[in-house]
């Protein structure tokens, strides 16, 4: 899963200025762009939903003074193929932000609250399909296939959790294995709800040993957007404030009836603490995101078609 992990950090780093060297003129663009990479990848599918959330809560002291902020952004997507196999997409995200500023018993508190709204057309047909997961631009890194033919991964049957890991292990470019894994959890009889209806399905969880992914290097192109002097620190303290507490989980919901993927959600936090070396400056950091993908039926039909543009745009 390296560009998954490499993805929900880099979007943690992004968002948060005090840590990036260079600021991005405008994060909601290349969010939506790194997104948009997605969709290429997905032309395989018939229908497709993204729902993905992502929330920075940082406080930053120095004296009896404090400056807090609170970053959040939800994006909603919808990706559909036409009578021509055309796909189509729609995307909508907003922001918010929560400045706070505290000088003594004394503060001040602004929201600020920036939707952004884009529109695209995505040419792409089934023999493009390159895999499944989030694609960061510029990024050498496959996750599930490299060959079209792997692209089966979505219609494959998964009667076990052995079944899936196995499949799983066989497309990306590491195996799951108990050094790369914390611990595989199956849930059985639940009920997921979607557009269109019920579904009985299984949920299993693999949650992801992050230390180890570090030392593996999957995140080092993330690293390396952060200004660890900047910060009083070396890259290995802030490697250290990065794995304490942090957590990789992928959920794959598993359609009983049919034994087949229906639905990924990932999910990845992390608290790190810096204290900036010979200053009088303290950083806590709380990050939270999570990414959800829906796949529907291939007679799935759209509930809201003006979400979606038409062929003749």
């Not at 055309?86 to 505290?102: F, P, S, Y």
């Not at 070396?234 to 304490?244: C, F, H, S, V």
């Not at 993908?293 to 078609?305: G, M, N």
Request: charged residues 25%; negative net charge.
């Amino acid at each position: 899963m390296k560009r998954l992990v490499l993805l929900l950090i880099a979007l943690l780093l992004m968002v948060t200025p005090t840590f990036a060297q260079d600021e991005p003129e405008d994060p909601s663009a290349e969010l939506l762009a790194v997104v948009t990479g997605v969709l290429e990848d997905m032309a395989a599918l018939t229908a497709f939903r993204i729902d993905g959330n992502l929330s920075v809560d940082q406080r930053l002291q120095t004296g009896d003074t404090q400056v807090r902020t609170r970053f959040s952004q939800a994006l909603d997507m919808n990706i559909a193929r036409n009578d021509d196999g055309v796909e189509k997409m729609r995307a909508d995200m907003e922001q918010t932000i929560n400045l706070g500023l505290g000088i003594g018993s004394g503060g001040l508190r602004l929201e600020l609250l920036m939707p952004s709204r884009a529109d695209g057309i995505i040419y792409a047909r089934a023999s493009e399909f390159r895999g499944l997961m989030l694609n960061v631009a510029g990024d050498e890194w496959v996750i599930l296939g490299e060959d079209v033919d792997e692209a089966a991964f979505l219609n494959e049957a998964f009667p076990s959790t052995e079944a899936l890991i196995t499949s799983l292990s066989r497309i990306i470019d590491y195996p799951i294995t108990e050094e790369t894994v914390v611990e595989v959890r199956e849930r059985r009889a639940q009920t997921i709800r979607y557009e269109r209806g019920q579904y009985p399905s299984r949920r299993i969880e693999i949650v992801f040993d992050v230390p180890v992914l570090l030392e593996m290097g999957v995140l080092d192109s993330a690293l390396r957007t952060v200004d660890a002097p900047a910060l009083g620190l070396t890259n290995a303290e802030l490697i250290d404030a990065l794995m304490e507490g942090s957590r990789l989980a992928v959920n794959f919901f598993i359609d009983d009836e049919i034994q087949m993927l229906r639905r990924i959600e990932t999910e990845f936090s992390y608290n790190a603490s810096f204290v900036a070396v010979g200053e009088e400056i303290l950083l806590d950091q709380v990050s939270e995101s999570r990414f959800t993908y829906t796949q529907f039926d291939e007679d799935f039909e759209v509930a809201a078609p003006e979400r979606f543009l038409t062929a003749s745009d």
